[in-house]
């Protein structure tokens, strides 16, 4: 099957993202939305990388070992630059298109700094962090006026 038809629920099952048929179906809302940006050459960036930190009661400094929406995500979008952000540390995942930035979303000035580190003008951004209002908040604040 050629990437193009590849369906993003199928892809966050396949990787296991809570996105996906197994728990919330976002997959096929952003399906919808985001099809016409697949063959594009984007920036896109998603907060939130692994379930089970600190919005479980789990210690930020973790050990992680997976990151499945950021590989959906790469699959999803096979010319896109992905940038991930999260206040557990990722940054042994390495390839050629993922970019990770350490970011602990209840600080503002951690939050200005993400942002800094942009290393292009954002097309989408998802905050699939800790879903605390106060941190979107500040994502809205310091990341989404970034947007295209
Ligand atoms: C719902 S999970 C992400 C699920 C993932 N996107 C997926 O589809 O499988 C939430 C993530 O938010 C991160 N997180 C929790 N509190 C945070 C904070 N204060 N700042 C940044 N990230 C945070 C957690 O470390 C965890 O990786």
Redesign the pocket.
Known sequence: MSSNKINLTEL?DR??????STKHRYTELYHMLFHPFRGRKINFV???????????G?D?D?V?DD????R?WLEYFPKANIIG????D?SWFKHERFMFH??????LD?MKNAAASLPAVPDII?D?????SH?QQNGFLELFPKLA
């Open positions: 966050a990787y296991g993202s809570d996105k996906g998603e907060m939130g990388l692994l379930i089970g930190g600190p919005e479980h789990i930020k973790r992680t990151l499945p929406s950021i959906m952000m999260d206040v557990s990722f350490r970011v602990d979303m209840d600080s951690e998802l699939d962090a800790s879903h605390a941190h």
